[in-house]
């Protein structure tokens, strides 16, 4: 039988207009049942800057180096995307297409290797000698002046290249930079912080790495924040949420979801693997999963919401997501995330199967028939390991939700997008 069905919808009524000295009688002793606290929330999404570039707080576009670094420019070029509405309405914008990271020195000195690689396919790497130092550069930073930036690199290399030299930069002069010298590296990579301040306001600002040493240096990650971040998401985002007050928040998709391995996202996040997002533009650089959204709706008061892949992904993969989530540490996924600083379960409720599944754009996109099968089996699972879970059956307007009510007699929530 059919549970609970919620509806995003819009009705336009016309009410007659009442003339003057009417009177309107109200009987506060006649109820009916409560408006749920949840019939308005907010949805997030791996997509365009919604996430990077706007609620996270990390300020480089190549972290990880997705893109092989090979000092070409420019790194962004103008993409015009599409005139439906989640296109962009044919907007032009500009989208990473290259590394944004720039060679310092001889072009030769930087070169990507797969071997000894510390995260993705490749790492750069930097051949340097006394009178050759050489490195890499990220600009366009915007910097406030007296603000604080902190950060983290991961190095490995020869231990005669150092000293390995990072510096923060705000102008031209040669006093425009703060920098910071780390003496000493090893051949097997370690993360060391950072901690700059900006004597200047820039909307062209740098991170510099440079080897003043002899022989070669590895570049395994970077990363860089304003100081006053919280956890890792942008502080004046947050206050901005949490006036917001919405009581729910569904992550990460939207399409993303269709073709997004939520096991790519957990664990060391300088370790977790960027990738090509897979229903948008641009690279998923995988530090936000579920240890960070659950942090945010923590931070923010407000109930997470969690959409699984039914797309490309499949029964075991929803069902391991569950046990990682709300499962004791005693379980084999519970135990992951324990491992993984959380040993606590996160107690998510709410459960979205998959995304507008009846889309032809979607990842996986499926006929109704077999979308019923596959969410079938996708809450028989997940229920499986926490009963209490509350499914939300992909709805659209029309015939699909109308024959979701009489197919599966697993539809506890029905959620409709309306663009």
């Known amino acids: 039988m ?7 919808s819009i009705l336009l009524v016309s009410v007659p207009a009442l003339s003057a000295g009417s009177e309107v009688l109200i009987d506060a002793t006649r109820t009916r049942e409560p408006i749920s606290p949840y019939i308005y929330g907010q949805f997030i999404e791996h997509l365009g800057r919604c996430i990077y570039g706007g609620m996270w707080a990390e300020m480089l576009e190549d972290r990880k180096f997705y893109y092989p670094v090979t000092g070409e420019a420019p790194a962004w070029t103008m993409f015009t995307p599409g005139k439906r509405s989640w296109e962009g309405e044919g907007h032009p914008y500009e989208l990473l297409t290259s590394s944004p990271w720039m060679i310092l020195g001889d072009k030769k000195a930087v070169r990507m ?30 910097l406030l002046e007296g603000k604080d930036y902190d950060g983290r690199i991961v ?15 705000w102008g031209a002069g040669a006093g425009d930079r703060h920098t910071l010298r780390i003496p000493e590296i090893g ?22 790495i440079v080897g003043r040493g002899k022989g070669h240096f590895l570049v395994g990650a970077v990363s860089l924040m304003p ?10 985002t947050l206050a901005l949420l949490k006036q917001l007050n919405s009581p729910v928040y569904r992550w990460p998709g939207g399409n993303f979801v269709s073709g997004y391995d939520w096991k790519d996202g957990i664990g060391d996040p300088d370790r977790r693997p960027p990738r090509k997002n897979p229903a948008w533009k641009g690279i998923e650089h995988n530090d936000v999963g579920v240890h960070e ?4 709706c923590r931070l923010i008061n407000a109930e997470p919401f969690i959409a699984v892949n039914t797309g490309l992904g499949t029964v075991e993969l929803a069902a391991e997501q569950i046990e990682y989530a709300n499962g004791d540490a005693s379980t084999r ?35 109704l028939a077999e979308y019923v099968k596959k969410h079938n089996r996708v809450v028989e699972a997940m229920r499986a390991v926490d009963p209490k879970m509350i499914a939300v059956a992909v709805g659209a ?13 697993l539809v506890e929530l029905l959620v409709v997008c309306i663009a």
């Open 333 to 367: 996924m519970g135990r992951l995330r324990a491992q993984n600083g959380h040993p606590a379960p996160f107690g998510v409720k709410f459960w979205a199967i998959g995304n507008e599944m009846y889309g032809s754009w979607q990842l996986g996109h499926m006929p």
């Open 397 to 409: 307007v029309g015939d699909w939700s109308r024959q979701m009510e009489w197919w599966s007699s």
């Open 293 to 296: 959204f659950i942090e945010l």
């Open 155 to 169: 190095l490995a290399g020869d231990p005669a290249s150092a000293p390995i030299e990072v510096s923060l930069v």
């Open 187 to 208: 051949r097997e990579y370690r993360k060391h912080p950072l901690r700059f301040r900006s004597g200047g306001a820039t909307d062209n600002g740098r991170l510099e």
């Open 113 to 142: 290797v797969r071997e000894n690689a510390y995260v993705g396919e490749h790492t750069p790497r930097i051949d340097v000698a006394p009178d050759k130092p050489a490195g890499i550069a990220h600009e366009r930073l915007g």
């Open 227 to 236: 100081a006053d971040n919280i956890r890792g998401w942008r502080a004046d």
């Open 2 to 8: 059919l549970g609970r069905l919620s509806w995003v």
